[in-house]
């Protein structure tokens, strides 16, 4: 879970941001080149972090982020799609 204390997020409040309001200022209609840019962005924070902290690659590093990852996928569901899909239910009906 993305929790972490009021005083971490201070730290990256700002420059996350910046950074949607970069990813953001693209035409969104094409949703290739916007995901495109999401993905290029989440890629390269991960290998600049490994890179930053030093820290030698290994099965086990690339275990933890990938469920990091993972993670990340099922909170935006449980969080915001589903809540989304439920509207659409009371909107249109069920299958």
Known sequence: M????????????????????????????????????WNYCVTKLIKETIKASNEAKSYALMNEIIGMLECCKQEWYRREIADYEDLKIQENGDV
């Open 2 to 37: 993305p929790y972490i204390k009021k005083s971490r997020r201070k730290h990256y409040d700002k420059l996350i941001k910046e950074l949607a309001k970069r990813i953001s200022e693209k035409n969104i209609a094409d949703c290739t080149l916007y995901c495109g840019d």
